[in-house]
């Protein structure tokens, strides 16, 4: 399979997701899950587009949906509030349509520094890459960790990722895959997000059922 290519052109400012007009937010929970019901005040959209802009990712019968149209689109939608050092996030995706495509789990996220971030891929397999902003519009992905797993089903699963000190570990329908020290970059703390990435083959429609966050 193909991994996406090093460097890769970029819609660098976040948009937030849609709340209502007269919302008055409270402070966002540390520990919680995410149902995807309603309206999403504490996300925003960040994308890797080529050129190609996607639309945001929208909540739809208690989803989280991201309809990417355009080939070697990425798409995140991030928690905002708080920043998360050690934290583990797991989440329930599905795969409505769409080919050879990849979707994932970000922790530690800057804009400054970068992020990690854990992908399984539609032909069983599954990276752990740390992302970059080398410039607006221009990020890069590094590749730590690539391995297969007859655990990735075709429609759905559920994927997690602990990032507890320098650590950093996978899990693929409640199996940990292998851990990854990450000694280099050192990434201490950032946000938590939700990612989905297209190829050659669109339309891609990719649902998250819900999102748990927790700190070990």
């Keep these: ?27 966002a929970p540390r520990t919680f899950t ?63 349509a769409g080919g050879l495509s990849a979707y994932g789990i970000v922790c530690r996220y800057s804009e400054e520094q970068g992020w990690y971030e854990f992908n399984i891929y539609t032909d069983h397999t599954y990276t752990l890459l740390f992302g970059q902003w080398l410039a607006p519009a221009v990020a890069r992905y590094t590749p730590l960790v690539r391995g297969g797993s007859e655990k990735i089903k075709a429609d759905a699963n559920e994927i997690g990722l602990l990032c507890q000190g320098d650590m950093l ?15 280099k970059i050192g990434l201490k703390e950032g946000k938590i997000g939700l990612s989905a990435a297209s190829f050659d083959s669109v339309p891609l429609t990719v649902a998250y059922d819900w999102l748990k966050v927790n700190e070990p």
């Design 1 to 27: 399979m193909a991994l996406p290519s090093p460097i890769v052109t970029a819609s660098p400012s976040p948009t937030l997701l849609p709340a209502t007009p007269t919302e008055t937010l409270i402070p």
């Design 34 to 96: 995410e149902q995807f019901d309603g309206n999403l005040p504490y996300w925003t959209f960040q994308q890797i587009d080529n050129g190609q802009p996607a639309a945001n990712p929208s909540a739809e019968g208690g989803f989280l949906v991201f309809g990417l149209t355009g080939p070697n689109q990425w798409v995140y939608a991030l928690y905002e509030m708080p920043t998360f050092a050690d934290v583990r996030v797991d989440a329930q995706v599905d795969i409505r």
């Design 169 to 183: 570990t996978p899990f693929i329908n409640g199996v940990q895959m292998r851990s990854w020290q990450e000694d």
